[in-house]
């Protein structure tokens, strides 16, 4: 408890006692320890602009980089240095003071391109802020540039027709997981202190398990989606992808709230904490009691490896105080795979959405997903899901309605069993595999649970595979239980380190991180397209 309290001192403002101004290393570090560097002049928000942006030079660019980000910002650091000068002058407005963030491409953000993957799409620049965006920014956040995405958020592999594939730092042959790949790619990296992401079906827990990292599905309607170019209004959610859940915490303190225009928010109200951060528990996992789920943890032969590294984090929640119980529901498997394969509602979604977001959008470059497809300039693996969407007619609206009354189903059936078993949490691996190459298709997915029943989930990083690959555990509870979630999230966490940065080389940038804003000039962002 003491060293949460350290952490805790430093993210409110109190001033830390620093021995000597010895040379800052943001690798890895946290919002905790960046605020404490900022605030004792160790370094500052241009400096970190800097390193990230270094690391960006090193390790995104060229044939062999990750091609994680999508564009840069242009005004990161003139932004950096104004919140620079704020805080000497006025203080920090609070943790997120000054912090170098990243963005999905799907988030509209003013002064660059929402390019959701495509090609078509690289010169639409909408001239204003997704809530969660502009929330960001009211926090003192910098916004570093966007991230490389699934196209249309339509795959957990991130592949574009814009920009290409992503690859995973772990092993750059491999997916990092997807839609919001480039942000989990990109904050694995440590090209940004942390990024946003959305999960439609699994589109954050996924890179969050492929790259070491925590990421959140909310409760639905916890985040406001709007300015989140839409893929399913039933499922979309945006979130943070961090690495570490105290980080996690305090960008959600951010990004939480009320949104008059977006209706979903209005569940929220009531259901939110003061502050996340406040109400984690390192010793959550005493006495509680977390079910793994074994329907979702071994299916095929081929799930092996992940399912002995989760059995791995499940013994050691249990060391940790927890009691492990091994949990079956018949049936489930059968009711979340039903109508395509459990994804009808999402495909059917996507027309309606789609075409009403493009027809709010006279600018953008087409205005229905028919004119989409048949500008057939999309990448080849979305191919069939946006013919899919196309398909559905309003007769297939009766059978959207049992879809979603099999889902209430499913819900009450999750819920049902956490009661009868007295369950804190439900435990599996977020994907049954690790990332496969590139180019090949991603097996062993377990988004469904969550996205069609709209209960909250965390991942967490469970550990690795004798290959070196990151797992992914992921936790689900009741609806409005995130600080549950975080909490047993943070206990674990603090029982052992479960990340580790992936082996990308020569660390660059360290000079500029001093704060020595002289030593290493900003690096040149990427070109911005056009918008003329």
């Known amino acids: ?37 900022m605030g004792a002049g160790r370094t500052s928000a241009a400096a970190l602009v800097d390193y990230y942006f270094a690391r960006m030079d090193a390790f995104d660019e060229g044939d062999t980089g990750l091609n994680a980000i999508a564009v840069r910002n242009p005004r990161a650091r003139q932004t950096a240095e104004l919140l620079d000068r704020e805080r000497a002058e006025r203080g920090p407005r609070g943790p997120l003071h000054g912090i170098p963030v990243l963005v999905k491409d799907n988030f509209e953000t003013r002064g660059m391109p929402t390019s959701v993957g495509s090609v078509l799409f690289r010169n639409f620049a909408p001239d204003r802020d997704a809530l969660l965006v502009q929330r960001l920014r009211a926090a003192g956040a910098v916004i570093l540039g966007k991230t490389n995405m699934h196209e249309f958020a339509y795959g957990i592999t991130t592949v574009g027709s814009a920009f290409g594939a992503t690859r995973n730092p772990y092993d750059p042959s491999r997916n990092p997981g997807g839609s919001s790949g480039g942000t989990g790619a990109a904050v694995a990296a440590n090209m940004a202190v942390f990024g946003l992401g959305s999960d439609t079906c699994g589109s954050i827990r996924i890179p969050a398990a ?4 925590v990421g959140l599905r909310g409760t639905q309607g916890l985040l406001s989606r709007r300015g989140i170019v839409p893929l399913s209004h039933t499922q979309d959610i945006g979130g943070p992808l961090t690495r570490s859940v ?27 904490p003061p502050a996340y951060s406040r109400a984690l528990d390192p010793r959550a996992l005493e006495g509680a009691r977390i079910g793994l789920l074994e329907d979702l943890l071994l299916q095929e032969p081929a799930d092996a490896a992940v399912a002995d590294v989760i059995g791995r984090a499940a013994h050691d929640m249990e060391s940790l105080g927890a009691t492990i119980v091994r949990v079956s529901m018949p049936g489930l498997v059968a009711m979340l795979s039903a109508r395509q394969q459990g994804f009808f509602v999402l495909v059917h979604d996507f027309k309606t959405d789609i075409n009403a977001y493009l027809e709010a959008n006279p600018d953008a ?4 997903l028919a004119e989409l497809i048949a500008a057939d300039a999309h990448h080849p693996q979305i191919d069939a899901s946006l013919r899919a969407s196309e398909a559905m007619t309003d007769d297939s609206r009766f059978e ?20 009868e078993q007295k369950l804190d949490a439900i435990a599996y691996p977020s994907i049954r595999r690790v990332a496969a190459p590139i180019g090949e298709e991603q097996p062993g997915g377990n988004c469904l649970l969550s996205a069609n029943t709209g209960l909250p989930a965390l991942t967490l990083p469970a550990g690795f595979t004798a290959s070196g690959m990151p797992v992914g555990i992921e936790l689900v509870a009741e609806p409005w239980s995130e600080p549950k979630l975080l909490s047993l999230g943070f206990a674990f966490e603090q029982g052992g380190p479960r990340r580790r940065p992936p082996p990308l080389g020569v660390e660059p940038g360290a000079a500029a991180a001093t704060g020595d804003a002289e030593a290493t000039p900003p690096a040149p962002p990427r070109a911005v397209p056009d918008l003329d």
């Not at 001033?15 to 943001?26: I, R």
């Not at 492929?210 to 990292?213: G, K, P, Y």
């Not at 959207?400 to 956490?418: F, N, P, S």
């Open 1 to 37: 408890m003491k060293r949460l309290g350290l952490i805790l001192l430093l993210v409110i403002g109190v001033p830390a006692v620093v021995a000597a101004a010895e040379p800052f290393n943001p690798l890895e570090a946290s919002i905790p320890e960046l605020q404490a560097a």
């Open 210 to 213: 492929h790259n070491a990292l």
């Open 246 to 272: 105290l980080d996690l915490a305090l960008a959600l303190d951010a990004l939480v709230g009320y949104d008059p225009q977006d209706p979903q928010t209005a569940d929220s109200v009531g259901q939110t």
């Open 365 to 368: 470059p087409v205005h229905s």
């Open 400 to 419: 959207y309605l049992e879809a979603l009354q099999e889902r209430a189903g499913v819900r009450r059936m999750v819920l049902g069993m956490m009661a």
